[in-house]
Structures are given as structure tokens and as C-alpha cells.
């Protein structure tokens, strides 16, 4: 049976959608500005219609591209590229939850702790037992 995995659909498919759509834009742009693929067409034909012909060429390639590319990891890898971007951007997180909110965590309990024992070495300075 073939189709769409329901799991593509929801936040797994979440980063997945995000990276590839700036890969995509990018990839886009940087064919859009080569002049040799472009369709140039009569100066008879309007403009808006010349101006689509234009995108027709870089659309396709970055289709093509995009299409083989996740069809490589698949062939390399026996998973989607879905699942591969999902596991690396959960171990990215990961790691971000783990360390970094950990780190940040004790340093705060750190400064806690420094300011009261500030706080109680001040106050049993000014109360000294005469």
C-alpha cells in the first residue's frame, strides 16, 4: 500500500517541512539567477506570461533535485529523509533540553545561593552576641 504516512502529517513532519522548505527557497533562488535557464520567449508574447515560462526550468530542476535526494537517503539508509531529519533535529533538541537548561539551571541556583549566604553573613555580622 502506498501513500502518504500519517506521521509525515504531524509535528514529526514538522521539521521536516521547515528544513526543507529553506532548502528549497534557497536552492530556488540560487537557479533563478542562472540565465541559461531560463525560456526566453518573443517579445510578441506578454510579459506576465513570458515571467512564468522564466520559473518553469529552475522549478522543475529543484524538484528533480529535491526528489532524488530524499530518494538517496532512502536508498542509503532504508528510512525516509522524514525520519532521519526528525532524529537529528530530536537529538539536537535533546542535547539543547539537556545541557545547556541544565547548565543554565545550576548557575542560577548558584547565584541563589550565593545572595543568601550573603544575606545571612551580613545579618549575623550586625547581630553579634557582645
Known sequence: MSGIFTSSL???GLFTGMIVAIVAVELFCGLFKLDKLKIK?????PPQIAKSFEYLVPAFIEILIIS??????????????N???????????????L???SRLFIKMKEEN??????HVYKTCDSVSIK
Open 113 to 118: 545561593l550565593n545572595a543568601f549566604w550573603k
Open 68 to 81: 532524488l535526494v530524499g530518494l538517496g537517503v532512502n536508498a542509503v539508509s532504508g528510512v525516509y529523509i
Open 41 to 45: 520567449l518573443p517579445d510578441q508574447v
Open 10 to 12: 504531524g509535528s514529526q
Open 83 to 97: 525520519d532521519v531529519i526528525f532524529n537529528f533535529t530530536g537529538t539536537v533538541i535533546g542535547f539543547f533540553v
Open 99 to 101: 545541557y545547556v537548561f
